[in-house]
């Protein structure tokens, strides 16, 4: 009786058993789906293909559309099937309902093209995906799959930086180690400091690289080597490259240069980092006044001297210990195009448009000193605000003086702005002016409109300065190209900070004390200065434009 007692529980105990457990009907949405997972899950791939496919074909405006071909794309991949795999995921990002969805799919296209052998196809997938959007899991096999294809990559395409997003700092590190284990410790120092300076986090995350090559002292060059100002950033960096190439020949304890792309919005932040870096001694750069005035204030808190061979604003000098300017020597160069237009242009009566800036006016009445000195008469002096574009009033106010020359001590777009409307309403008179119009713009935007116009140029190819023609002669050599002022004030720049380092030694501070003592430089650009004081020259070349050509006038 027992025995018959004990069977009848067993055979209970097995029908509620079996009544518990989850029942898949393939002929639901969701229980194909459970069973496709599960065949997946186990390593069934033909039967999930299969099944996955059913789906697609029978419940074509389900919710989980998307998700099945994405399901089938894995099945697919899985069966070394690339082609129908890639169609599928394609299918599921076109369709995918939701952000995670189709980052899901399009991690899957990455995996595909990885199959393949496509490495930088499979890299240029995952920086599309939206790595927020993906689970933890999946996230973190997007990483994976992202670190192995740059294994796969080649130095030189990862110096191109194809990388976009979360995807970057990744290549980074990728490329920071590679320099480093071919030994070129000086890019993966660069690299390096550009990966602290964007992604403070990613050496505490992924490792931080033991180099033991001994520290090597830099000098940064902070330009906006792309963007805005890039061409004349490229101009500058040729002249301080060219300086570093031809004291490295010299001396091997020479710092080496380092460039970093720079704009208005990251200046502060790259200042700020090489301030933080004690292996950067000194900075060249920026380019113009506004990046420098804000980098001002963290180069002094960091005491990183800092030269900018280009940026003009005297507010530069009131900053004091730490942030310097290149002045190139000005001193009577508007006197000497007088003396040359009353003494051998043969003028006699002169007018003057200048703009309302310090330095325009400053030139307007030195000009017109001389002029008078000289016997000449000044007929009219007008001025207009910075930024006109319309000089009619002023014009028409010379035009009744008559003229035998008209001084615009402006800069050169300004000067290829005047001299047409001077033509349209016919002022008839020779044209002088200062070392603002010596800028390739004149010649490619000002035409015959400015055609033998006479000015002073501060910096000259052909110039008989021993310094310059130096300057001149080895440029040409290496681009291939004549240089101009923007170069030569780059190659002076770098020159008096490796004069500095050579005669000084490799501190910040040894740096800074022989910058403050800097009294005048002799060099590519003649005599320039530190700060805001201005060597006059004796002697200033005059060029004059002829036949749409710039001719130095002896």
């Known amino acids: 009786m027992l025995g018959r007692i004990l069977i009848l529980f067993f055979f209970i105990s ?29 390593g069934n791939h033909t039967k999930a293909l299969r099944l996955y496919s059913r789906a697609l074909e029978e419940f074509p405006g389900d919710i989980r559309y998307a998700s099945w071909h994405l399901g089938r794309a894995g099945a697919l991949l899985a069966m070394k099937r690339p082609d129908e795999a890639e169609q599928s995921a394609l299918k599921a990002v076109e369709e995918a309902p939701d952000a995670h969805t189709k980052a899901s799919a399009m991690l899957m296209l990455a995996r595909i093209s ?71 410790y000086d890019k993966a120092l660069m690299v390096g400091t550009e990966i602290d300076r964007r992604y403070p986090d990613a050496h505490d995350r992924y490792g931080r690289l033991e180099i033991h090559e001994p520290e090597r002292m830099f000098i940064a060059l902070v330009m906006p080597f792309s963007g805005e100002g890039a061409v004349y950033a490229e101009k500058v960096a040729r002249g301080v490259r060219m300086a570093f190439e031809m004291s490295s020949d010299l ?18 932040d790259i200042m700020r980092s090489l301030g933080d870096n004690s292996s950067c001694l000194a900075v060249i750069g920026p380019l113009t006044s506004r990046n420098a005035e804000l980098a001002a204030p963290v180069v002094r808190r960091s005491s990183l001297p800092m030269i900018t061979p280009t940026a003009t604003s005297n507010n530069l000098d009131s900053f004091g210990e730490y942030v310097h300017r290149l002045v190139v020597s000005t001193g009577e160069a508007a006197g000497a195009v007088a003396e040359y237009a009353v003494r051998e242009a043969g003028c006699n009566t002169f007018a003057v448009i200048h703009e309302y800036t ?42 009744h003086g008559h003229p035998d020359g008209i001084f615009l001590p402006v800069s050169a777009w300004d000067a290829i702005q005047i001299a047409p409307q001077l033509r349209f309403y016919m002022v008839d008179a020779a044209l002088f002016g200062d070392s603002g119009w010596d800028d390739e713009i004149l010649l490619e935007h000002g035409g ?50 490796l004069d500095a380092c050579r005669n000084a ?45 710039i001719i130095g006038i002896d």
């Open 14 to 42: 097995i029908l509620l058993f079996n009544g518990c457990r989850p029942v898949h009907d393939e002929n639901t949405p969701e229980g194909i789906t459970a069973l496709a997972e599960a065949a997946m899950n186990s």
């Open 114 to 184: 990885f199959a393949r052998g496509a490495f930088r196809n499979a890299f240029r997938r995952l920086s599309e995906v939206h790595q927020e959007n993906l689970d933890e899991a999946e996230s973190s096999q997007a990483v994976e799959l992202a670190r192995t294809c740059l294994r796969k990559l080649d130095t030189d395409y990862l110096a191109s930086r194809p990388a976009t997003g979360w995807t970057e700092v990744l290549l980074l590190l990728e490329l920071e180690k590679r320099y480093a284990s071919a030994g070129d």
């Open 251 to 268: 001396s091997m304890n020479a710092p080496i240069l380092l460039e970093f792309d720079c704009s208005m919005e990251d200046v502060v």
């Open 358 to 399: 310090s330095q325009s006016v400053s030139e307007a009445e030195q000009f017109v000193s001389v002029v008078r000195e000289l016997g000449g008469e000044i007929v009219a002096v007008e001025g207009y605000e910075t930024g006109s574009t319309d000089f009619k009033e002023q014009i028409n106010a010379v035009k």
């Open 448 to 497: 015959e409109y400015v055609e033998g116009a006479v000015f002073p140029v501060s910096f000259r190819v052909g110039s008989i300065n021993p310094a310059t023609a130096r300057f001149s002669y080895h440029y040409r050599r290496r681009y291939d190209e004549q240089p101009n002022i923007l170069a030569a004030q780059g190659y002076d720049t770098a020159m008096i900070i």
């Open 505 to 549: 030694g490799l501190s910040r501070t040894s740096l800074e004390r022989y910058l403050q003592g800097l009294e005048v430089y002799y060099g590519a650009t003649g005599a320039c200065t530190i700060g805001s004081v201005s060597i006059p020259r004796s002697a200033y070349p005059l060029v004059k434009i002829i036949d749409g050509e």
